[in-house]
T-cell receptor, first 114, second 115 residues
Framework: GENVEQHPSTLSVQEGDSAVIKCTYS??????FPWYKQELGKGPQLIID?????GEKKDQRIAVTLNKTAKHFSLHITETQPEDSAVYFC?????????????FGTGTQLKVEL | GAVVSQHPSRVICKSGTSVKIECRSL??????MFWYRQFPKQSLMLMAT?????????EQGVEKDKFLINHASLTLSTLTVTSAHPEDSSFYIC???????????FGPGTRLTVL
């Protein structure tokens, strides 16, 4: 089955700096890679996703890059703000066209300091 | 994104009792429902997948007789933790899906504490 590794487990940045979180996956059949933000006591919130037919996707301060050959993908957050502090999870799955059985990474606790 | 609700948001029960958690998909018809479990400071682990009107498929290591899933309608799925024990204390999160959409959204979660 799929195995997703995520690094770092914790990340502290100063407000305004960039944050980068990296994930690797093992199953070449995976072609859907979402990123979720989870605040304490809440469910995961989708922040961006990418499919294997593209190498990069951007949405305002958030971008994701995918290297399918190397089986790794990364989340980039620019101009970080205190409200970006949360746990971020990457995930991977094959697209089924009707719901994705996601395998999650181990999570990154991001702390944005003033 | 999709609107998903869970009820209750948190529940405390005594060991040996059963607890039912409801997940509602409020703005689309969920032909598939995924149930995840998350222990403190850990990642989400898939417990089971259910298709509307069918029996659920459970992941390895998840007891189907302990975690009963009902997905009788396209907008409601329930997870019942039977004979709950302290080790079942966790954060349970549902994720509905429908054919033709790739994006996966999650409910707000239910915090279960078994005393």
């Amino acid at each position: 089955g799929e195995n997703v590794e995520q690094h770092p487990s914790t990340l502290s940045v100063q407000e305004g700096d960039s944050a980068v979180i990296k994930c690797t996956y093992s199953d070449s059949a995976s072609n859907y890679f979402p990123w979720y933000k989870q605040e304490l006591g809440k469910g995961p919130q989708l922040i961006i996703d990418i499919r294997s037919n593209v190498g990069e996707k951007k949405d305002q301060r958030i971008a994701v890059t995918l290297n399918k050959t190397a089986k790794h993908f990364s989340l980039h957050i620019t101009e970080t703000q205190p409200e970006d502090s949360a746990v971020y999870f990457c995930a991977a799955s094959p697209l089924t066209g009707g719901g994705n059985k996601l395998t999650f990474g181990t999570g990154t606790q991001l702390k944005v300091e003033l | 994104g999709a609107v998903v609700s869970q009820h209750p948001s948190r529940v405390i029960c005594k060991s040996g009792t059963s607890v039912k958690i409801e997940c509602r998909s409020l703005d689309f018809q969920a032909t598939t429902m995924f149930w995840y479990r998350q222990f403190p400071k850990q990642s989400l682990m898939l417990m089971a997948t259910s298709n509307e009107g069918s029996k659920a498929t459970y992941e390895q290591g998840v007891e189907k007789d302990k975690f009963l899933i009902n997905h009788a309608s396209l907008t409601l799925s329930t997870l019942t933790v039977t004979s709950a024990h302290p080790e079942d204390s966790s954060f349970y999160i549902c994720s509905p899906a429908s054919g033709g959409t790739d994006t996966q959204y999650f409910g707000p979660g239910t915090r279960l504490t078994v005393l």
